[in-house]
């Protein structure tokens, strides 16, 4: 009789895991934007990003022709390049000669960056809207 009980419970727990599975799973309360939410999102706009590490506020403005303008709030400095961006996410900028590629994520409402989806990656930069 104890079989018949043990054997749905398990169907049960086998089912709503691959509901889960299919879900995305936000690390530390992170979502992780696609593609398709970075190009609806950021492309067109001009973002004002705080660096968390080293306190620069800077401009940025993607442009969907793939080039970037930046501009340094903090002190001296411009520069422009290029941007591309992965089927997954992550998205590269190249400027003089270096290049530097973010995740971009919200948390809470808010935009920000990270270097890699990794749980304990830690927050690059933080945006908002111009």
């Known amino acids: 009789m104890l079989a018949r009980p043990v054997v749905i419970l398990m169907w049960w727990c086998i089912a709503a895991a691959s509901v889960i599975a299919d879900e995305p799973v936000p690390i530390h ?3 992780f934007l696609s593609k398709a939410d970075i190009e609806r999102t ?3 706009r001009a973002i ?3 660096n968390l590490a080293s306190g620069m506020v800077s401009r940025w403005q993607f442009h969907s022709d793939g080039h970037v303008d930046f ?3 903090s002190g001296p400095g411009r520069a422009s390049g290029t941007w591309i961006l992965d089927a997954d996410g992550l998205m ?5 000669l270096r ?3 973010r995740y971009w994520f919200s948390k809470e409402g808010a935009i920000a960056n990270t270097n890699s989806k990794e749980p304990d990656a ?3 930069a933080e945006i908002r809207f111009e």
């Not at 590269?92 to 003089?96: I, L």
């Open 71 to 73: 501009v340094n709030r």
């Open 92 to 96: 590269c900028v190249t400027m003089v």
């Open 122 to 124: 830690p927050t690059v």
């Open 29 to 31: 309360d992170r979502v």
């Open 99 to 101: 290049t530097g590629c």
């Open 48 to 50: 004002i990003s705080n």
């Open 42 to 44: 950021l492309i067109g």
